[in-house]
């Protein structure tokens, strides 16, 4: 799985792209919410709308214990939009991570998942950026964009 970073004035945009395997999404979620933390961002918008194939329904809960925990250890509130398609968007781990206090939730597309960070209490912090969200991202645009981040 790839991580593509974004920065933009009121969130840190997340792309990732791959084959969905639970040791490699908890890791790129752990990457990008401690970047988000690190730039002074307290809300993220991680699309994984590219991401190929799916995990079960205990792999999903883990998922969302493993990504509540850091966002506790990061010490700051951070609200996360997902942007997903089914059968991953079904909502059961998004309540297991709310058991926990993190602000989350899952979304079909992105103009709900920026309406929802909009809404959201967290602090907006960020620093404006020259860069703007794209709703419709491809794997062939999305290797242009930007260089891999490691």
């Known amino acids: 799985m790839d991580l593509y970073i974004w920065p933009q004035k ?3 945009y997340a792309v990732v792209n791959g084959k ?3 040791a490699s999404c908890a890791h790129l979620f752990k990457r990008a919410a401690s970047l988000a933390v690190y730039r002074g961002f307290s809300k993220i918008l991680f699309d994984a709308r590219l991401v ?3 995990l079960s329904i205990a792999e999903r809960m883990i998922l969302a214990l493993v990504m509540a925990d850091h966002v506790e250890e990061l010490g700051q509130k951070t609200s996360v939009a997902f942007i997903d398609h089914r059968p991953t968007f079904d909502g059961r781990a998004v309540g297991v991570g ?3 206090g993190f602000d989350v939730e ?3 597309s992105i103009p709900e998942g920026l309406a929802w960070l909009r809404r959201s209490h967290t ?3 960020g620093t404006v950026h020259a860069v ?3 709703e419709s991202v491809t794997k062939q645009n999305l290797s242009q964009a930007l ?3 490691h």
Request: glycine share 4%; aromatic share 4%; charged share 35%.
């Open 123 to 125: 602090s907006e912090t």
């Open 52 to 54: 190929t194939g799916s």
């Open 10 to 12: 009121e969130h840190l």
């Open 132 to 134: 703007r969200t794209h």
């Open 106 to 108: 899952m979304f079909e």
């Open 147 to 149: 260089p891999r981040s």
């Open 20 to 22: 969905l395997d639970l």
């Open 98 to 100: 709310r058991s926990r």
